[in-house]
């Protein structure tokens, strides 16, 4: 926690190529969260948003007369053969939880970058947003595409245009040491 | 004649159902609230201490707003304990029933409930068997309410080990995490059952996670140490705490089975009992 976060506004540009994993990213301007539905309908109708140097917050809030009362990230890797569509059309950013697999993480490549946002963090969320739309809300309220306007939401960088994965690196670790400990047998498949 | 609707215990476990199921979703326990200031205070990882730093501002901000720590509301989970002169009738599953169709709406909640194959979202958080509603007898009349998250439910395990495998449930616990990595939200609270049947397995999983979390027996320490071995750390980043506490609940069981079941719970382990007044 030594050096100060990178602060950051959308639309994105070039500046998003200059992070690295684990650099700490204070987040302002509009993003628009989206889960599987709107993911699925935006790859088949076409984005209903301009998608240069946009963000994708990975998230189902709960809305309530026109405020956002809790919006926390959701698992970013049900979006994973999902994403692709986006960064080739400008997305330079995705917020979320648990990480992405390789194929974003190739596809994020000299492009743009994952977020990460602590799960369950739906409160502190909240209060650095503002509700200013929404698209396809016939999808429901966890799946539709809520426009909203963060003022400096606190997130660490977990897949960098490099092709540097933190989530991937602990991913390995624990594996690794998996493998050491289990020389028993039985971990639930006989 | 009156109707079971407005029966005065009906009326007063609806009411108490709303305020555990409110409680519960904004206000963290406090043994849980402890074991979390304890590991943020211990984590040595700078990415892992900004996790803990949000998850601690997150907890502050709940309680000062009064809105859910988190988006995710769960699924209903509710353990009635009922004493001898409440008459255990269809009424009392009604109530429970009206005070998660309250909370969803006035707290808010998230309608999250949805029919299993056709996906259509019931809009109130009720559903055929939901709440799912656990009832046993006691001296008071109390409604618990566990609301339980999909990320980290989704990520839950249950198995029949050989028998002679005993030492292998260590290892089971520990590759149920190694499988979860980042999805169900760590820092984790583990709920493990051993022993009854494939289904009372599960239920004692869940059970486990309402036991107080800041004490840990040998045996549990020892499980929740190999976990954390793994190194997954807060939300898959990396870090020391993958687990923050992990609670066994035993039964007996058939000499040719040993099942075991692991019920992954998110650092947010909300849980809250009120006492019905009657």
């Not at chain 1, 596809?107 to 977020?115: A, N």
């Not at chain 1, 739906?122 to 999808?139: I, Q, W």
């Not at chain 2, 979202?121 to 618990?144: E, L, Q, S, Y």
């Not at chain 2, 980042?182 to 869940?206: M, N, Q, R, S, W």
Request: charge should be neutral; charged fraction near 20%.
């Amino acid at each position: 926690m030594s050096t100060r976060p990178v602060q950051l506004r959308t639309p994105l540009g070039e500046e998003v190529l200059a992070l690295h994993a684990r650099d700490r990213v204070e987040l302002s301007g509009i993003v628009y969260t989206a889960r599987d539905e709107a993911h699925l309908r935006m790859q088949e109708k076409g984005i209903p948003f301009d998608p240069k140097g946009a963000v994708i917050y990975h998230c189902g809030p709960v809305i309530q007369e026109n405020k956002v009362i809790a919006a926390g990230p959701t698992t970013s890797a049900r979006m994973n053969e999902l994403s692709g569509f986006l960064i080739e059309k400008g997305v330079r950013g995705l917020i979320g939880k648990g990480g992405m697999g390789e194929t974003v993480r190739e596809q994020l490549r000299g492009k743009g970058v994952y977020f990460a946002f602590t799960g369950g963090c739906a409160a502190l969320a909240s209060s650095h947003m503002v509700l200013k739309g929404v698209f396809y809300e016939d999808l429901g309220m966890a799946e539709a595409v809520w426009v909203i306007e963060l003022d400096r939401l606190p997130l660490v960088v977990g897949i960098d245009a490099h092709g540097n994965d933190i989530f991937g690196a602990a991913r390995t670790n624990a594996e690794r040491v998996f493998r050491s400990y289990s020389a028993t047998p039985c971990t639930g498949r006989q | 004649m009156k109707t079971p609707d407005d029966t005065p215990i009906h009326t007063a476990l609806a009411d108490a159902t709303f305020r555990a199921y409110r409680e519960a979703v904004i206000r963290l326990p406090p043994d849980v609230l402890k074991v979390i200031g304890r590991a943020a205070e211990a984590e040595t990882s700078p990415v892992a201490r900004g996790e803990f730093a949000n998850i601690l501002k997150n907890i502050e901000v709940a309680d000062e707003l009064g809105v859910p720590l988190c988006q995710d509301t769960g699924i209903p989970v509710v353990y009635l304990t009922i004493p001898p002169d409440v008459p255990l009738t269809q009424s009392l599953y009604d109530a429970v029933a009206e005070g998660v169709r309250r909370a969803t709406k006035e707290v808010p909640l998230r309608p999250n409930v949805v029919d299993p194959l056709s996906r259509h979202n019931t809009k109130d958080n009720t559903g055929a068997g939901i709440p799912a509603i656990h009832v046993r007898p006691g001296d008071k009349f109390t409604v618990t309410v566990l609301p339980k998250g999909a990320g980290a439910e989704n990520s839950s395990r249950t198995a029949m080990l050989l028998p002679s495998h005993v030492y292998g449930i260590e290892g089971f616990v520990v590759e149920t995490m190694l499988h979860a990595e980042g999805k169900p939200c760590p820092p984790v609270f583990l709920g493990v059952g051993i022993g009854g049947t494939f289904d009372l397995a599960a239920a004692l999983a869940k059970e486990a996670l309402l036991l107080p979390v800041d004490t840990m027996t040998e045996f549990e320490q020892q499980i929740c140490t190999s976990v954390n071995k793994l190194g997954i750390g807060p939300m898959g980043l990396g870090g020391d705490f993958t687990a923050l506490a992990v609670k066994v609940k035993t039964a007996g069981c058939h000499t040719a089975s040993l099942p075991v079941a692991v019920n992954v719970q998110c650092w947010a382990n909300r849980h809250s009992t009120v006492e019905v007044k009657r």
